[in-house]
């Protein structure tokens, strides 16, 4: 069996992780018992990616999958080539936590749904 792809975007000051947290857990909710599961995360040491992160290691049949931006090489472009190679990759469902109109959040998650990834987000 596959694991399910979560595509997980978000804000670098997103601050409130029991959201994130309940959004996962919703997610992972609607899944057969035995269904694992993947967290595709921008690997961002603050804000909603690192809470995925950490959600993950509460589960044993949950892992994650980061992806971290090349700021070196890429210099300010990092951030929307990181997410366009997670999208293309593929998810089952993007969760988009949106701060202060966060355009590398907005960005993925309308990539998302171009790719015809279905999507949910929240705005703080």
């Not at 992780?17 to 992972?28: F, I, K, M, P, Q």
């Not at 967290?39 to 690192?50: F, K």
């Amino acid at each position: 069996m596959n694991p399910y792809r979560i595509l997980v975007t978000g804000s670098r000051d997103w601050q409130d992780v029991g959201l994130v947290r309940r959004a996962l857990d919703e997610v992972l909710a609607d899944l057969p018992h035995d269904q694992p599961a993947v967290v595709v995360h921008g690997d961002c040491p603050t804000g909603a990616d690192i809470m995925a992160k950490v959600w993950a290691l509460d589960y044993e049949h949950v892992t994650e999958e980061p992806h971290e931006a090349a700021w070196h090489l890429h210099g300010r472009k990092a951030g929307p080539l990181r997410n366009q190679h997670m999208v293309a990759k593929g998810a089952d469902v993007c969760l988009a936590f949106i701060r202060n109109n966060s355009r590398g959040a907005t960005g993925c998650a309308n990539l998302a749904e171009a790719a015809g990834i279905p999507t949910r987000r929240w705005t703080a």
